[in-house]
C-alpha cells in the first residue's frame, strides 16, 4: 500500500513568516513529487514539482527532496493572506497514477 | 500554458437522471486523464484512469456501470453518472497528464453534482 503522510494541522504562521509543509512517504521507488493548492471549494492548482534530491525554488516557493529519509517539504517565504489554503502533497513512480496526502491546512494571519 | 476545463462546472438534477461531465485539455494532447471525487473537507479519491481509446481502469470500489468513462480523443474525456441519486452528491475533478507522458497532472475546475 503506497501511503503519503502529512500532517492536516492547522498550521498558523503570521503574514510574513516562512511557512514549513511536510510530507513522508512509503514507496522508496517513487520518482516524482507535487505540492499543489486547494482552496476551499476549488480544485487543487500545482505549485511545484520536483524529481531531484535538493533544493529548487520558484518566487517564494521553495520544495525540498531527500529521497533517502523518502522525505519532502514545502516552504514559503514571506508567507501571505492569500497562501491560506490545504497544501496537497503528491507522489508518482514513472507513469502511474498519483498518491495524495491527506493535505495540510495553512492559516497566514494578518 | 496546461489548461484543462470542464463542463458544466455546477449542476443539480433529480433522482434518478443521468449527468455527464465532460473534462477537456485546451492547449496539449492528454495522454491519460483522471478522475476524482472529492466530498466535503476530505480529501481527493481517485475513481478512475481514462487513457484514449481504451477502456477506462476504475479504483476498487468504483462501479463501472454506473460511473461511464469515454476517453473519445486526445483532448476529451467524459464521465456519466448513471441513474444519480443523492449519495452521489459531490465536487467531481478532473485532471490531464500531458502527451508525451509525464507524471504531472492539471486539474479541471471541478463540477458540483447536486442529487436532488
Known amino acids: 500500500q503506497k501511503e503519503v503522510e502529512q500532517n492536516s494541522g492547522p498550521l498558523s504562521v503570521p503574514e510574513g513568516a516562512i511557512a514549513s509543509l511536510n510530507c513522508t512517504y512509503s514507496d522508496r521507488g517513487s520518482q516524482s513529487f507535487f505540492w499543489y493548492r486547494q482552496y476551499s471549494g476549488k480544485s487543487p492548482e500545482l505549485i511545484m514539482f520536483?524529481?531531484?534530491?535538493g533544493d529548487k525554488e520558484d518566487g517564494r516557493f521553495t520544495a525540498q527532496l531527500n529521497k533517502a529519509s523518502q522525505y519532502v517539504s514545502l516552504l514559503i517565504r514571506d508567507s501571505q493572506p492569500s497562501d491560506s489554503a490545504t497544501y496537497l502533497c503528491a507522489v508518482a513512480s514513472y507513469g502511474n497514477k498519483l498518491v495524495f496526502g491527506a493535505g495540510t491546512i495553512l492559516r497566514v494571519k494578518s | 500554458g496546461a489548461v484543462v476545463s470542464q463542463h458544466p462546472s455546477w449542476v443539480i438534477c433529480k433522482s434518478g437522471t443521468s449527468v455527464k461531465i465532460e473534462c477537456r485539455s485546451l492547449d496539449f494532447q492528454a495522454t491519460t486523464m483522471f478522475w476524482y471525487r472529492q466530498f466535503p473537507k476530505q480529501s481527493l479519491m481517485l475513481m478512475a484512469t481514462s487513457n484514449e481509446g481504451s477502456k477506462a481502469t476504475y479504483e476498487q470500489g468504483v462501479e463501472k456501470d454506473k460511473f461511464l468513462i469515454n476517453h473519445a480523443s486526445l483532448t476529451l474525456s467524459t464521465l456519466t453518472v448513471t441513474s444519480a441519486h443523492p449519495e452521489d452528491s459531490s465536487f467531481y475533478i478532473c485532471?490531464?497528464?500531458?502527451?508525451?507522458?509525464?507524471?504531472?497532472?492539471?486539474f479541471g475546475p471541478g463540477t458540483r453534482l447536486t442529487v436532488l
Open positions: 520536483i524529481y531531484s534530491n
Open positions: 485532471s490531464a497528464r500531458r502527451r508525451p507522458s509525464t507524471d504531472t497532472q492539471y
